[in-house]
């Protein structure tokens, strides 16, 4: 399964699909080379990966890469140039296709087998215990729309600018560290009804903030502080101010996963 990266999987409703009818055999081959580089490489459908790479791993060229680039589009794969020598893709639906089912399988197996009338006995206790980490392990999987995972690489990026040796946003971390913020990022936008212009704007201030910017060190505590710091930006005269740069020092993190990138392929090479 693609969860121990090992496996890529293609369902078999790709032979009925409408999105791949009218796609070319090379294009449908660029989307499961990248597919199985994802799962080998990548974490939950999302992947940073060295333009030799894609040279190396799926035999063409950048410019071919992004040359197919709105037909990937039509089959939920975005791909985005760094600039840095590195590309940034997303994957959606991957928890749907990818993810090793057995785990969705549990979680129905002990349902149906836990008995919720009466006392608890010892074996319902552990059932429970077990059903708890069973639902644990099935929302780890769960998959983030790109505009929350962009949301939530504004806030690492921010942090880290302000805070560089934090570790949770060392180049090994990174990425685990960004889907962990997408959790609380999404319940923002998706329970608490906040628009996603306004939590990019909240992020950006925050981080300039020299009080908040010393606080807000997670998507946990940017949630938790979300109306506050709302109601803070809004009394501050520089509360709506916009960077031209979105995503300004996340060169940095991208220049040193392309270094790593180009040692695993000097290491291949020997």
Same mark, same amino acid.
Not at 40 to 47: A, D, Q, R
Not at 148 to 168: D, F, G, M, Q, Y
Not at 201 to 221: P, T
């Given at each position: ?34 597919? %199985?580089?994802? %799962? *080998? ?44 020598? @590195? ?54 999987? *769960?998959?983030? &729309? ?6 939530? @690489?504004?806030? %690492? @990026? ?25 959790? &609380? ?22 981080? *300039? ?18 109306d506050q710091l709302s109601a803070k930006m809004v009394k501050s005269p520089k509360g709506t101010t916009q960077g031209k740069d979105r995503y300004p020092g996340i060169n940095k993190w991208l220049d040193g996963k392309k270094a790593q990138a180009e040692e695993e392929d000097k290491n291949e090479e020997q």
């Open positions: 399964m693609a969860d121990n990266k090992r496996w890529f999987k293609v369902w078999t409703s790709i032979l009925s699909d409408p999105d791949f009818d009218d796609l070319e055999n090379h294009t449908i081959g660029i989307w499961v080379r990248l597919g %199985a580089l994802i %799962a *080998k490489h990548g974490e939950k459908g999302v992947i940073v990966v060295s333009k030799n790479q894609i040279i190396k791993r799926l035999g063409i060229s950048v410019e071919d890469l992004f040359k197919v680039e709105s037909e990937l589009l039509k089959i939920n794969v975005q791909i985005k140039d760094n600039c840095n020598g @590195t590309i940034f893709v997303i994957m959606k639906n991957w928890s749907k296709y990818q993810v090793d089912s057995t785990s969705y399988e549990r979680v129905k197996r002990f349902r149906q087998n836990q008995n919720d009338n009466g006392d608890e006995t010892p074996q319902k206790k552990s059932k429970k215990k077990k059903r708890r980490e069973v639902d644990k392990e099935v929302e780890k999987e *769960k998959e983030y &729309p790109p505009d929350i995972v962009e949301l939530s @690489t504004l806030l %690492a @990026t921010r942090i880290n600018e302000n805070h560089p040796n934090n570790s949770s946003l060392s180049s090994e971390k990174w990425e685990k560290t960004v889907l962990s913020w997408c959790d &609380p990022i999404e319940k923002l936008n998706r329970i608490d009804k906040q628009d996603l212009l306004q939590i990019e704007k909240v992020i950006k201030w925050c981080q *300039k903030d020299s009080f908040w910017s010393a606080n807000i060190l997670s998507g946990d505590a940017l949630r938790k502080q979300f």
